[in-house]
């Protein structure tokens, strides 16, 4: 495919200085990508792009040999372990296999081993296909039949230490069964995670606007790798056994039996495995396996070749980091050029807006492919696509279709640079990106359909409004009759049931009395506190926590949202001048992040509305303050110069204990001003507002009275 604009000269033509430099640019760039594919779990090219560099770099190594040292990548694997877990030396290495992407390289690979062997001209030895799964490996020590550890491959020497997240993966064992196990084992294979478990778990992560994978593989190795292994074990992780590092004993003398034995232990053993006798039987086998691959459940990205004889592997033995016993045939990446009609944008439930290609139908690996995702508004700019534009797309890791480049070439003439849209395309609402986000999200939180049924989950959740008989799952279905659209719609829902001529107790699983019941929870939550309800508003980054800072600041419903139409109001792309935004973001504990995203909810005027409604059928209790007391309960502050006695934070804290609001700036609004030495512009402020300025000694005093 003529995707590449540039074509590097043939290795042959080299000279020995442009050799040195692109081996150094290649090692670089090989160890970027394993960094990210090993220890992000985010590669960012494709497995075809990744082993053509590879290639490359064996090829000029291979004519230069001086070039090679010990670090680089063509004799290492993956790449050092990452922070975090513990490091565990493996006890054999976990080597990598050599490719073949021809027939006529697996005829060779075949070729090599009898010469190796010196096998006689029709001496074919046998070889036992596997598919390739496309997970990670890891490998389980066993002790007396009993899991030990389990260590991920990490650099191949050195993995990280995952035995807790592996213990909760149901396919491992932690007990071999059987008899005659050996004293000590490390049983070797893939973790993987099924694509429709994939896809799934992806659609949750996006409901609780958390990472999405983009492919099955980066799911499981992002689930497995988690400090938390209460996540792991939530996840649904399988796993295949294929191979094995040190036995003290070894139960079986072919890869095949081998196989049939980690079966017999307890161990998932890929059932599509084959023994073949022959070339044909191999590629038959692959070709059999590649048609097969879209509906296999799991993603693979070739088949593995393995001399069956393990007296004969040994023989053969390594060469440098794979072993000259078994290679990879790969699949060639499922790519295929199309013409890129429009870009539509998809709104998550969580607001994210995702760019979707609409393209010219075409089939890509024997499925028709029409739409491709395009990830994000930082992807479009940085391949450059205009709509016209004659594109490649692959099918990455079989499940989600993706553009992977422009073909420069074709495009045509009057085609136009793609504008991100910054209006939400469902609600007309504006849309942001936070800085260092690559997500551009809709505002409109309370009033986008995209959102609602999320919103609405969100907003009578335990920690919101918590009504009884009204959970996610009746949410949906009040929603989906258009019964409750937006929040205020619970509270209104008696009074339309009374007008309706479809009553609610006439709906299956409700009578009189759950309808009654229901009234009633709705009605006692009439009466909310203000940080319950602030964080039932689902506003980005306003959790639990930084619910009742807000609502302790700001004490009231009116005072909260006056307070924010006037932060609103000053909102510009530049940013916000506004002392109602300086006093926001003054308060302990609430940062610039959060400040900005609770202003852009309030600026998006359907937002206010939707709240307005509601508040016209609720209650807002105050949030008690904490010491209503004390001598500066109910009074603004503001700490100036340079505080010896506490730091700011402590300060902020202690005056918010005591009941007082802390502002960033002195105004006529200002009830005190604590003055550090070196004070300065702050000073002459209070004394223009005629506020009362006291030293921090005297501060101290105030609030221990
Ligand atoms: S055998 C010494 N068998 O492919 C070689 N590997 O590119 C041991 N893989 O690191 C590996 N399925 O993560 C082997 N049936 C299979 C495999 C398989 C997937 C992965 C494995 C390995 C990588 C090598």
């Known amino acids: 495919m003529a995707a590449k604009s540039k074509v590097p000269p043939p290795v042959d033509s080299l000279t020995r200085s442009q050799a040195r430099v692109e081996h150094k640019r290649l090692v670089l760039e090989i160890e970027a990508h394993n960094e990210r594919y090993y220890q992000q779990d985010a590669p960012t090219v494709s497995d075809a792009a ?99 550890r389990a260590a991920t491959r990490g650099d191949g020497f050195t993995g990280e230490d995952v035995t807790a997240n592996v213990r909760t993966i149901r396919d491992v064992p932690h007990t071999l069964r059987g008899r005659d196990i050996p004293a000590a084992c490390e049983l070797r294979g893939e973790v993987y995670m099924l694509k429709e478990d994939f ?73 599509l495995i084959e023994l073949c006798s022959s070339v044909e039987q191999v590629l038959q086998f692959y070709r059999r396996i590649g048609e097969q691959r879209a509906t296999l459940g799991y993603d693979i990205d070739g ?24 290679i990879a045939h790969k699949f060639a990446a499922e790519q295929a050029m199309t013409i890129l009609r429009g870009i539509d944008i998809q709104v998550g439930r969580t607001g994210a807006m995702t760019p ?103 907003f009578v959740s335990r920690l919101a409004f918590d009504i009884d008989g009204l959970g996610e799952k009746q949410i949906q279905e009040f929603y ?52 319950r309800l602030i964080f039932a508003l689902g506003i980005r980054h306003v959790g639990e926590g930084n619910a009742k800072l807000l609502a302790r600041h700001y004490g009231g419903i009116e005072n909260f949202r006056s307070a924010m139409a006037e932060a609103a109001g000053a909102q510009t792309d530049e940013g916000n001048a506004s002392e109602a935004y300086a006093d926001l973001n003054n308060i302990g504990g609430i940062g610039e992040i959060v400040a900005n995203a609770v202003v852009e909810f ?7 509305k939707a709240l ?27 700490f100036t110069g340079s505080l010896e006695k506490f730091t700011r934070d402590e300060a902020k804290a202690s005056a918010e204990r005591m009941g007082a609001r802390v502002s960033g700036s002195v105004s006529k609004k200002t009830d005190l001003v604590v003055a550090g030495p070196g004070a300065g512009s702050k000073l002459k402020d209070a004394e223009k507002f005629g506020v009362r300025v006291i030293s921090e000694d005297e501060w101290l005093k105030l609030i221990e009275a």
């Open 303 to 326: 088949v593995v070749y393995k001399v069956d004889r393990l007296d004969w592997q040994e023989r053969l033995g390594f060469v440098s980091r794979s072993p000259r016993w078994a």
């Open 50 to 148: 990744y082993d053509a560099m590879q290639r490359r770099l064996e090829a000029i190594e291979a004519r230069f040999p001086d070039l090679v040292t010990a670090s680089s990548p063509t004799q290492t694997v993956g790449a050092a372990p990452a922070r975090g877990f513990a490091k565990v030396q493996h006890a054999v290495p976990m080597l990598s296999l050599g490719n073949a992407f021809s027939d006529a390289e697996v005829a060779e690979f075949v070729e090599r081993i009898r010469r190796f062997l010196k096998l006689g001209a029709d001496d074919i030895p046998a070889i036992v296909a596997e598919p390739k799964i496309d997970g990670l490996s890891l490998s389980l020590r066993y002790e007396h039949g009993e899991l030990v």
């Open 602 to 608: 309030f600026a998006e005027p359907r937002n206010v």
């Open 356 to 458: 979707v290609a609409r393209l010219e139908p075409v089939t890509v690996g024997g499925v028709v492919v029409q739409n491709a995702t395009l990830h994000n508004e930082d992807e479009i700019t940085r391949k450059d696509i205009h709509v016209g534009d004659t594109v490649v797309v692959q099918r990455a890791g079989d499940v989600i279709p993706q553009v992977v480049s422009v073909i420069i070439g074709k495009r045509p003439r009057n085609a136009q640079p793609y504008v991100f849209p910054h209006k939400c395309p469902v609600c007309g609402s504006h849309a942001v990106r936070e800085e260092g986000e690559a997500v551009r999200r809709c505002t409109g939180t309370l009033i986008c359909p995209a959102q609602a049924v999320e919103r609405l989950k969100h």
């Open 612 to 638: 307005n409604d509601l508040l016209e059928e609720i209650e807002v209790l105050p949030v008690a303050q904490t010491r209503s007391d004390s001598a500066v309960a109910g009074k603004t502050v503001v």
């Open 199 to 271: 896809l799934a778990l992806n659609k949750k992560q996006e409901a609780a606007g958390d990472t999405v994978f983009a492919n099955p593989r980066n799911s499981a190795a992002g689930s497995l790798r988690q400090k938390d292994v209460a996540i792991t074990a939530s996840r649904p992780l399988k796993f295949f056994a294929y191979a094995w590092g040190e036995m003290t004993d070894r139960p079986a003398e072919t890869q095949h039996d081998m196989l049939k034995w980690l079966r017999d232990v307890g161990f998932m053993v890929n059932p």
């Open 480 to 531: 989906d009759d258009g019964l409750i659209m937006h929040p205020v719609d619970i509270f209104t829902l008696q009074k339309r049931d009374a007008r309706a001529t479809k009553k609610l107790r006439d709906r299956e699983g409700y009578g009189d009395v759950s309808v009654r019941n229901l009234f009633a929870a709705i009605d006692a939550r009439r009466k909310i506190e203000l940080n």
